[in-house]
């Protein structure tokens, strides 16, 4: 049976990480998500303890800045020490909120359990199984300072390491914080410098989102953050569980830790005939996406859109602020922070068409194209090549094929429909409107 290794993946904790602009518009949820992340983080803890991991792989910026208060500071090494408790080992890096140099005044109060790598050049550590045999080499370097724009990867190769360390391990492991390809003013590298060096898995952190590559074999990974901070970062946050095996493809594992996540949602409000309509479909809008999701608390930005008889009722000043402040207070687990009326007045399609010119040639023709028997769509009359709809479908699929895209199933039963918004696009262009 071959070596097999599991850990977790996590970092861009964040710790002491302000709500500025919420806070204006409420304390109390400014407050809320401001708890929010100490708790994500006692989450990645008990996921290492839950899952009876080999060791914790913090990839930097654990705190939101270089000077963490005594209370951040105080969180975080309990969290280690709660670690150290169980025998559970942490390897981490600073990111470019707290960079290196910073870290010498915490150093000293890190339990014994944790291996901080420093920034001047890559250092090595030798993860090693109760038996004291090396199971894992893992290379790691952490910023020196907030603008660090070289290739931190140089010299972490799986040879470096085995040199390094005066022995050979079954699993390599590298450890940075950069931004890879996605942001180049943060410690670039590209990704075929990574997957060269031998290592089997790399660890990084500073990119918010997770993203793993290449698939099936996950050997270059973020994470992403442990909480979402703004509406930049909606979704679900948390860490990964890795598990290494030889012989086998790596696997992970997302666990969320957020309990409070951000959403932007769209709702048609097309079909509400009042106010209160409206509000029922923004709350339901809420819950669905919460069904949806990993988390017990939402912060939603909801932009109602769509052609309704309420436009000039949504138009007037205030309105669509007081229907925020009233959807805030239907459901105590949901904030809305922003309600966004993108809704337009509804077409008048009648007097377009009686009036003449090109919108009523428009229409008729999307008329035309409605008219057919039922009886000559899809099935095996569609592909006959005798039907307007074939001709339909046939365009359809040159257009996607240019573009190098199967045409989605099912598309032969709603070219109608395709049909109808098309011409309300082009009738809401006509007439100066965003389509």
């Given at each position: 049976m071959g070596a097999k290794l599991t850990f977790i993946h996590s970092g861009d904790l964040h710790l002491g990480a302000p709500f500025r602009g919420l806070r204006a518009l409420s304390p109390a949820w400014a407050q809320r998500l401001v708890r929010a992340i100490p708790e994500a983080y006692d989450r990645v803890i008990q996921a290492c303890l839950d899952n009876q991991v080999d060791f914790l792989l913090l990839a930097g910026d654990m705190f939101d800045t270089d000077k963490p208060s005594y209370a951040h500071l105080r969180h975080f090494l309990r969290g280690l020490e709660r670690l150290q408790d169980a025998g559970i080992p942490v390897y981490m890096i600073p990111g470019n909120h707290d960079p290196y140099p910073n870290w010498h005044e915490v150093a000293t109060s890190l339990p014994p359990n944790v291996?901080?790598?420093?920034?001047?050049?890559?250092?090595?550590?030798?993860?090693?199984?109760?038996?004291?045999?090396?199971?894992?080499?893992?290379?790691?370097?952490?910023?020196?300072?907030?603008?660090?724009?070289?290739?931190?990867?140089?010299?972490?190769?799986?040879?470096?390491?085995?040199?390094?360390?005066?022995?050979?391990?079954?699993?390599?492991?590298?450890?940075?914080?950069?931004?890879?390809?996605?942001?180049?003013?943060?410690?670039?590298?590209?990704?075929?410098?990574?997957?060269?060096?031998?290592?089997?898995?790399?660890?990084?952190?500073?990119?918010?989102?997770?993203?793993?590559?290449?698939?099936?074999?996950?050997?270059?990974?973020?994470?992403?953050?442990?909480?979402?901070?703004?509406i930049k970062e909606t979704g679900s946050r948390g860490c990964y569980k890795v598990t290494l095996e030889e012989g086998l493809p790596n696997r992970i594992e997302f666990i969320p830790t957020a309990q409070v996540e951000w959403e932007q949602l769209c709702v048609d409000v097309s079909g509400c005939a009042g106010v209160d309509d409206i509000l029922a479909a923004c709350v339901r809008a809420m819950f669905d996406a919460n069904a949806a999701a990993h988390c017990e608390e939402m912060v939603a930005r909801v932009t109602i859109g769509g052609p309704t008889q309420l436009y000039d009722v949504l138009a007037r000043p205030g309105t669509v602020e007081e229907m925020r402040v009233e959807l805030n207070e239907s459901y105590p687990a949901f904030y809305c922070d922003a309600l966004i009326n993108a809704t337009t007045p509804p077409l008048d399609k009648e007097g377009l068409e009686a009036a003449g010119l090109f919108p009523a040639a428009l229409i008729r023709a999307a008329k035309s194209m409605a008219s057919q028997p039922e009886d000559s769509r899809g099935g095996k009359h569609a592909q006959s090549g005798s039907s307007r709809d074939d001709a339909r479908l046939q365009y359809l699929q040159e257009e996607f094929a240019q573009r190098g895209l199967a045409l989605p199933r099912g598309v032969d039963g709603m070219l109608d429909d395709l049909a109808e918004g098309a011409c309300d696009m082009a009738l809401a262009l006509l007439d100066g409107r965003d389509a």
């Amino acid at each position: 049976m071959g070596a097999k290794l599991t850990f977790i993946h996590s970092g861009d904790l964040h710790l002491g990480a302000p709500f500025r602009g919420l806070r204006a518009l409420s304390p109390a949820w400014a407050q809320r998500l401001v708890r929010a992340i100490p708790e994500a983080y006692d989450r990645v803890i008990q996921a290492c303890l839950d899952n009876q991991v080999d060791f914790l792989l913090l990839a930097g910026d654990m705190f939101d800045t270089d000077k963490p208060s005594y209370a951040h500071l105080r969180h975080f090494l309990r969290g280690l020490e709660r670690l150290q408790d169980a025998g559970i080992p942490v390897y981490m890096i600073p990111g470019n909120h707290d960079p290196y140099p910073n870290w010498h005044e915490v150093a000293t109060s890190l339990p014994p359990n944790v291996h901080m790598a420093g920034s001047d050049a890559p250092e090595f550590f030798v993860h090693r199984d109760a038996d004291g045999q090396p199971v894992c080499l893992i290379a790691a370097r952490g910023f020196s300072n907030q603008a660090s724009d070289g290739s931190i990867a140089d010299g972490m190769t799986r040879a470096a390491a085995e040199h390094a360390c005066g022995t050979g391990a079954p699993f390599a492991i590298g450890m940075l914080h950069s931004g890879l390809w996605m942001d180049p003013f943060k410690a670039p590298v590209t990704e075929n410098k990574l997957l060269s060096a031998g290592m089997d898995y790399w660890a990084l952190g500073h990119i918010h989102m997770r993203y793993a590559t290449p698939e099936p074999d996950p050997r270059i990974v973020f994470c992403g953050c442990i909480q979402g901070r703004d509406i930049k970062e909606t979704g679900s946050r948390g860490c990964y569980k890795v598990t290494l095996e030889e012989g086998l493809p790596n696997r992970i594992e997302f666990i969320p830790t957020a309990q409070v996540e951000w959403e932007q949602l769209c709702v048609d409000v097309s079909g509400c005939a009042g106010v209160d309509d409206i509000l029922a479909a923004c709350v339901r809008a809420m819950f669905d996406a919460n069904a949806a999701a990993h988390c017990e608390e939402m912060v939603a930005r909801v932009t109602i859109g769509g052609p309704t008889q309420l436009y000039d009722v949504l138009a007037r000043p205030g309105t669509v602020e007081e229907m925020r402040v009233e959807l805030n207070e239907s459901y105590p687990a949901f904030y809305c922070d922003a309600l966004i009326n993108a809704t337009t007045p509804p077409l008048d399609k009648e007097g377009l068409e009686a009036a003449g010119l090109f919108p009523a040639a428009l229409i008729r023709a999307a008329k035309s194209m409605a008219s057919q028997p039922e009886d000559s769509r899809g099935g095996k009359h569609a592909q006959s090549g005798s039907s307007r709809d074939d001709a339909r479908l046939q365009y359809l699929q040159e257009e996607f094929a240019q573009r190098g895209l199967a045409l989605p199933r099912g598309v032969d039963g709603m070219l109608d429909d395709l049909a109808e918004g098309a011409c309300d696009m082009a009738l809401a262009l006509l007439d100066g409107r965003d389509a």
